[in-house]
């Protein structure tokens, strides 16, 4: 089935730190690159971060450069947001999708990725 899966979100405190994980199956992972999104209640989806096919390109929104890195394991199929120095802006639901194949480089635009995960929970809160 092809799919990605996110997992790693939970509770923090303002200040700390978590690791997501994006999980693909179904497809060959090291063909793709993969972004991060984010969707806040009553907010549009906000583009955070991309990661290009080999890992040698990582993009990042304003919003969270300096705190946030992406990275990739193309052999475990899986990639990775490590969040850090977080505030309780940084609540929201965290997807992975997958960018299309026929794209060259990295994109924030949703509508040029094919497939999404189901998304995983980051709440900041003390």
């Known amino acids: 089935q092809v799919q990605l899966v996110e997992s790693g979100g939970g509770l923090v405190e303002p200040g700390g730190s978590l690791r997501l994980s994006c999980a693909a199956s179904?497809?060959?992972?090291?063909?793709?690159?993969i972004g991060w999104f984010r969707q806040a209640p009553g907010k549009e989806r906000e583009a955070i971060s991309c990661i290009s096919r080999s890992g040698g390109r990582t993009f990042y929104a304003d919003s969270v450069n300096g705190r946030f890195s992406i990275s990739r394991d193309n052999a475990k199929m899986t990639v990775y947001l490590e969040l850090g120095s977080l505030k309780p802006g940084d609540t929201a639901v965290y997807y992975c999708a997958r960018l299309s194949i026929s794209s060259h480089d990295c994109s924030y635009r949703p509508n040029d990725y094919d497939l999404w995960g189901q998304g995983t929970q980051v709440t900041v809160s003390s």
């Open positions: 179904g497809f060959t992972l090291m063909y793709y690159h």
